[in-house]
């Protein structure tokens, strides 16, 4: 669970882009906390501006306006797992997790035993020196999963990452990821458009309107995990959640 430290906190971010018909608002003034270790899910509808908002806390996008503030320990430094893999097709997959290391000045043998470690967690142990063409979607994202715990920021971003993988290996992917979690506590904001995936995955979860993007509800599922989404309990809230998403849009 999430410990009482706020590690990120937004406050009125906003944020608009000029488009065919004009200048269209997608983010408006946006306020919220991020939790020592907790697990934060913020889901919306689609294009609804969600990872235009995790963009800004990565400071991958500037905010027109509005403030974030990290806490001194993370200096704003964040991994980050990609929807679409974003792995480097001519790096085999050691070099793949290392690449965050290297950029910070790590020597060779450190990086190499730091990038084992989280292959090995993710599952990907004798996989060390295959490259993306060889793997299969679920075992790009373990790639990048790795990559983003081998950075050693604490605080990890992630935009819709089994969004584009199969029912089967989506569900896999979620009970691998709580498992990697439970070894290695990190602050963990994760965007999805998928309910059933919110309830399952997070310990808290804000319901985003549709753009411009406000924040519609907060929940807590007081869910015993591993928790099982066809108890009457998760039903009961996936269909709270599903009606005032309906209103969202």
């Known amino acids: 669970m999430a410990g009482t430290g706020c590690k990120i906190k937004l406050e009125s971010v906003s944020k608009s882009f000029d488009d065919k018909i004009g200048r269209t608002a997608v983010l408006d003034e946006i ?24 963009n800004i806390i990565a400071d991958m996008e500037q905010a027109d306006s509005g403030t974030i503030t990290f806490d001194p320990q ?52 004798g996989f060390e020196k295959a490259y993306p063409s060889q793997l299969s979607g679920g075992m790009k994202q373990r790639v990048g999963i790795a990559r983003a715990y081998a950075s050693g920021n604490d605080i990890i971003l992630m935009d819709e990452p089994f969004g ?5 290996t989506r569900y896999q992917m979620q009970d691998e990821l709580l ?23 997070g310990d808290r979860i804000l319901l985003l309107s549709n753009k411009p993007s406000k924040v ?23 269909d709270e959640i599903t009606a005032n998403m309906d209103l969202a849009l």
């Not at 306020?31 to 995790?54: D, M, R």
């Not at 869910?223 to 066809?230: A, F, G, I, S, Y």
């Open 74 to 125: 993370s200096s704003g430094q964040t991994g980050f797992v990609f929807q679409r893999y974003a792995l480097f097709n001519w790096k085999n997959v050691l070099k793949n997790v290392e690449l965050p290391l290297k950029f910070k000045g790590a020597e060779k043998e450190q990086r190499q035993n730091t990038a084992m470690k989280y292959i090995e967690m993710v599952g990907l142990k």
């Open 31 to 54: 306020s919220l906390n991020v939790y020592e270790n907790e697990f934060l899910v913020i889901l919306g509808p689609g294009q609804c501006g969600k990872t235009v908002l995790l």
């Open 179 to 201: 498992k990697i979690r439970s070894k290695e506590k990190k602050t963990i904001v994760f965007v999805t458009n998928n309910i059933e995936e919110a309830i399952y995955m």
């Open 216 to 238: 519609v509800k907060e929940y807590v599922p007081d869910l015993e995990r591993p928790r099982k989404n066809t108890s009457s309990q998760f039903m009961e809230l996936r």
């Open 164 to 168: 584009a993988l199969d029912a089967q």
